[in-house]
């Protein structure tokens, strides 16, 4: 069974790592903080002091950490795992994070013969808990064949999309539909309150019709039960966005849908709802 | 059992006046082309040259026509409903028009004894054919009771949201929401073509999880497969889009998703595209 280096054991990731550890893989963790790794250790995941030290005698080297400038420290820095890790492994990175920044990766891999897959999920803490995340790859198929028994463990929708990228790219579609919906559901729900509209009665009865989306019919009833807890930052929601906005303009593409969002979520940040719920868009528009 | 005078027999109006006739109500009936009545002619319903002939006699009208103006002049015309309708008679408008318009018609309609209750509707061609339409109420809930069997005829869902307006407030909710969900689709359809992806696989995999849409489950499929068939048209959109855009600056309200698919849309109906079917805007990206 493969050595497995695991970087970064935040809120996903410290639930990832934990079902590799429970199939049984053999784990090294390493994270900036390494408080956050502690319950893997107690486990039986040893500890490394950076990516490069984790990776050296790895087969796989797993990486889910914050934001693009982290997975580029981590693979290309100089403590980073390129400087250790051995020919025929394979990094895996499960950030969110750049396609491009990727290429650049996975061609810097190529050189010293590793391979690569980025593997970005959807499904949030609960999906990283319950070992029910989507997982969206890019990379060689023969590969992907290879490291798939390792993400089946942390997730169930596993799907290649195409060359090293390619995972990020889906991911990106997903996160740039998610925000039209959440525009969705803020912009029609401002207006049913405004115009005096008894509102679990509206979406009880248009939720089931051409204007009905996931953000409507899960996200919506918390809303207006008054749960602000977030599912999802507004932090990530904007780092997401700027991602595919810059994906956007490297394909020459207009999208000025998700020039809005984009906008709309980094002016929350800005004014401190940085760790709120994407939802508080919805209190925003109101305090308009 | 009632006289219903049926007005605005267009794609919608002819299968929801059908059901009525074959419910048993007498209907009269008229529409400013009168071939497009002849069907329900000969089903036995009778023809009146204008609104105020159609009401004079009735328990109950309905219309269902197509833009505010027409819902104007059929109700306070000249030769409109309100110079003929008899005192305890019920006016019922089921285009989606301007709640403000309907507020004032109603109005109108009190200083006569007669009461109002707009009725807008969800589910289009296919919903009208089938009598599965969501009908969106407002007015006074004893006048809601009584015509609610005559609604029950064309439609299943219906409810009361309101005062006069409440049920074109409610339609107008209903459309915000479908035009982000279309922002949705398209901005995360075009992004994903041009990255190479293979979208059926990426929309087979996203489409289960928090990017979903009515949108995308129902009609992407369409547009993938090639399907331009018009199930709603441009130009209703952009009628749509604008009485909610009015509705939204009467309450001071910004609401800027709105603003940009009004745009979009409008810029659709003006280069000739009126009559496609609302997911050219898939097109009309693909090309810029």
Known sequence: MERIAFIGTGVMGRSMAGHLLKAGYELTVYNR????AAELI???????????????????????????????????????????MK???VIIDMTTSSPILWQKIAKAAAEKGVDAIDAPVTGGDLGAKNATLAILCGGDEKVFEKVKPILAVMGKN???????????YTKLVNQIAVAATMLSITESLIFAEK???????VYDTIG?????????????????????????MVKHMVKDLRLSLEAAREMKLELPGLVLAEK???????????DKGTQTLISWYRNQ
Chains 1, 2 share one sequence.
């Open 33 to 36: 903080t390494k408080e956050k």
């Open 42 to 84: 107690e486990q039986g995941a040893e500890w490394a002091d950076n990516p490069a030290e984790a990776a050296a005698g790895a087969d796989v080297v797993i990486s889910i950490v914050g934001y693009p400038a982290d997975v580029e420290a981590t693979y290309l820095g100089e403590k980073g795992v390129l400087t250790t």
């Open 87 to 89: 020919k025929g492994g």
């Open 158 to 168: 596993i799907a290649l999309f195409g060359a090293a990228g390619a995972g990020q």
């Open 195 to 201: 115009a005096g509209l008894d509102t679990k009665l």
């Open 208 to 232: 089931g019709g051409a204007a009905s989306s996931w953000s409507m019919v899960n996200l919506l009833p918390r809303v207006l039960r008054g749960d602000e807890a977030p599912g999802f």
């Open 264 to 274: 709309l979520y980094a002016e929350l940040e800005a004014k401190g709802y940085a």
